[in-house]
Nanobody, 120 residues
Framework: QVQLVESGGGLVQPGGSLRLSCVVS????????MGWYRQAPGKQRELVASSTSGASPNYADSVKGRFIISRDNAKNTVHLQMNSLKPEDTAVYYC??????????????WGQGTQVTVSS
């Protein structure tokens, strides 16, 4: 059993900031990658930012220079610092973790999603 619990979403004015957090717990041998995706109404889920062990973070072009992904490996946590938010950033944000369980099975897991609304 693996659980991903997200927090930090909410309503913010354009130009404001929010910080999302996601804690992974359960049957974890190693976490290979963690990331954030988002899905706006009527649109497909898209990658926002990802962090793979041993590699540089990867960002969607639309958030480069505004969002920062960071990991706390000791706490199995990933954060997404979102600055200079725009109305088009409004979406449900999902945490994703690709990990290996103690049975050495690798799979991807999703959080339940947290709503981010950017509006004046």
């Amino acid at each position: 059993q693996v659980q991903l619990v997200e927090s930090g979403g909410g309503l913010v004015q354009p130009g404001g900031s929010l910080r999302l957090s996601c804690v992974v717990s359960g049957d974890i041998f190693s976490i290979n990658a963690m990331g954030w995706y988002r899905q706006a109404p009527g649109k497909q889920r898209e990658l926002v930012a990802s962090s793979t062990s041993g590699a540089s973070p990867n960002y969607a072009d639309s958030v480069k220079g505004r969002f920062i992904i960071s990991r706390d490996n000791a706490k199995n946590t990933v954060h997404l610092q979102m600055n200079s938010l725009k109305p088009e950033d409004t979406a449900v944000y999902y945490c994703n973790a690709r990990l290996t369980t103690w049975a050495r099975r690798e799979s991807g897991y999703w959080g339940q999603g947290t709503q981010v609304t950017v509006s004046s």
